[in-house]
């Protein structure tokens, strides 16, 4: 679907549920283009109607360095960070809860590359936004407590993306990004660490109301 398929989709869902505001969750394989997704839908409506659409990002729950460092197993901690198992699905689940809530600024926290942690509060939304886009790896997923998510969303939408494009996108972000000096680094990276947390994620994802294509425009 077009990001204007995906807008109309998203006013219609509004319209129709009678609420205040909505929630749109999209999830996919790492690569698959969810951002970028999020990015172009939230801002196709801001443009009808300013401010109606903000979007939210799950990387604000990445556990910090300093919280990996406690984990039983550190290094392991490091090395797969990314993985399910280093964010902090419980605050991700108290957030979707507290979404639809649009009587008040929502504070969530956002993810400085730079520091390469998350900033507490790093985003606000706006009581006037109406549509909320949360996007993330591991908001559809079947086991718990991530499994809580799809109750507080009111329409989910599942990116998917040849695992070849995912990864030749994966590894020239790694490079682009500062992670990796030169694109073999981001292969293998995108290969030892990405590709199987998207694996994951298949295995484990919930159906989804709409499947789109990573190449949508």
Not at 119 to 137: R, S
Request: hydrophobic letters at 40%; proline letters at 5%.
């Amino acid at each position: 679907m077009s990001t204007d398929q995906l807008t109309r989709r998203a006013l219609s869902v509004l319209k129709d549920s009678g609420k205040d505001r909505i929630v749109v969750t999209i999830a996919g394989i790492p690569g698959s283009g969810k951002s970028t997704a999020a990015a172009n839908v939230a801002a196709a409506l801001n443009a009808i109607s300013p401010g109606i659409a903000a979007v939210v990002g799950m990387d604000g729950f990445h556990y910090s360095r300093a919280q990996l460092d406690k984990f039983n197993d550190p290094v392991s901690a490091h090395k797969f960070r990314g993985a399910a198992f280093t964010f902090d699905a419980e605050k991700v689940v108290e957030l979707a809860r507290s979404l639809h809530d649009s009587s008040r600024p929502i504070p969530v926290p956002s993810f400085d590359h730079a520091k390469k942690d998350p900033v507490k509060d790093g985003i606000v939304i706006d009581p006037k936004a109406k549509i909320i886009i949360f996007e993330g790896l591991y908001l559809h997923l079947d086991v718990s407590p991530w499994s809580e998510l799809m109750s507080y969303s009111d329409d989910s939408w599942f990116v998917e993306i040849d695992k070849s494009v995912a990864r030749d996108r994966l590894a020239r972000r790694h490079v682009t990004s500062g992670i990796c000096d030169t694109l073999e680094q981001g292969y293998e990276r995108a290969d030892f660490n990405d590709l199987p947390n998207g694996e994951f994620i298949i295995e484990h994802n919930q159906a989804s109301k709409l499947y789109i294509s990573g190449s949508a425009k």
